[in-house]
């Protein structure tokens, strides 16, 4: 098949949609397909702008030059498919829909309690919505959310995909003796990185070898400043990483935050940190409950409690029997999201929207 593949957000700005896209296309490379990505900046279709949303910032390409940029783009490569990630938002894959000569698939990633934005303008959704063959979502929870702000619509779950073996056989970095505990999100309140610092200071009061490896930039980087000189000299900010250092960051850590407060649909960060075969401390929120069982796989905590989450931490730290018991059953957790499994549901899908013969 000749798949294009089509992000909403810049591919030169980090995130997990992009690491998703990426990662599809070379999965799907692999197996034989002609793929190429598009998207805002290098993908061709547009220049990014930040625009906020609920407390973070999408750096996406809301012009709608888009959509001759994107027929354009397909008349050179001429998919037999277009697989488009969140297509309602107003970027390149809403254009590339629009534009698509070629049957479309949808993925769609986010959750919010509540969208106002979706439900005003799901009227003038209805063109991009007529356009989709076949639609995803990453999580029951992603996909309750858009079947509620866009009624009648009902994708089936695929979940991201990861390659287990890459996080389950890199080998660590140096660093510093004694324990460490990694964090590797967006610096911000939604992601929860000020509780992590005030969980990490209750932390370093009891105990002198702990460390924390912070991957992530973001709004709320200056929370260290809170950390009196003890704890933030057990502080290694390790700033942005490319995606492919993640594994030899987590490898050999002894425990991976999650600390989200809402609007996740989807804890890949944890399923990475259970394929490296880190326990895993997670908040109690709607997005990992797709992927955690608490006590089972991860501890769970309320989300915003820093006194629930240096407690959790403090236990997965001292009890080597927990600690191995969630690294172990983490695993196989991780296994089930393994790209072996989900590239194959999405062959499957595609082949199923290419076999209709009013769609071919």
Known sequence: MRVALVCPYDLDAPGGVQVH??????????????????GPGRGGLGASVGIPY?????????????????????????????????????SASMWATLASPAPVVATFHAWLDRSYLYEMAGPLLAPVRR???ATIAVSAAAAEFVGRAIPGLTPVVIPNGLSVRTFAEAASREW??????????RL????????????????TEERDDIWLSVVGDGADRGAVDALDSRAQSRLLMLGRLDHDLVPSV??????????????????????????AGVPVV??????????????IDAVVVPPGDGVALARALGRVLDDHDLA?????AGRRTAASFDWAVVADRLEGLYRSVLSRPSLR
């Not at 599809?24 to 598009?38: C, K, N, P, T, Y």
């Not at 911000?188 to 932390?203: C, H, N, S, T």
């Not at 929120?285 to 955690?292: A, K, L």
Request: hydrophobic residues 45%.
């Open 131 to 133: 356009r989709l063959a």
């Open 21 to 38: 896209v990426g990662d599809l296309a070379e999965q799907l490379s692999r197996r034989g397909h002609d793929v190429e990505v598009f």
């Open 324 to 328: 191995r018991r969630l690294a172990q």
């Open 54 to 90: 609920r407390g973070t910032v999408a750096p996406i390409a809301p012009w709608p030059t888009g959509v001759l940029l994107a027929r354009r783009s397909f008349e050179r490569f001429a998919p037999d498919l277009v697989h488009v990630h969140e297509p309602f938002t107003p």
């Open 282 to 295: 997670a908040t109690d929120i709607e997005g990992y409950r797709q992927v955690v069982t608490a006590e």
């Open 250 to 275: 987590l490898a050999g850590a002894d425990g991976a935050v999650a600390a989200a407060t809402a609007q996740e649909s989807f804890g890949y960060s944890i399923v990475e940190a259970m394929a």
């Open 176 to 185: 510093p003796p004694g324990r460490r505990i990694v964090w590797v999100h």
């Open 188 to 203: 911000d309140r939604q992601k929860g990185f000020p509780v992590m610092i005030e969980a990490f200071a209750r932390l």
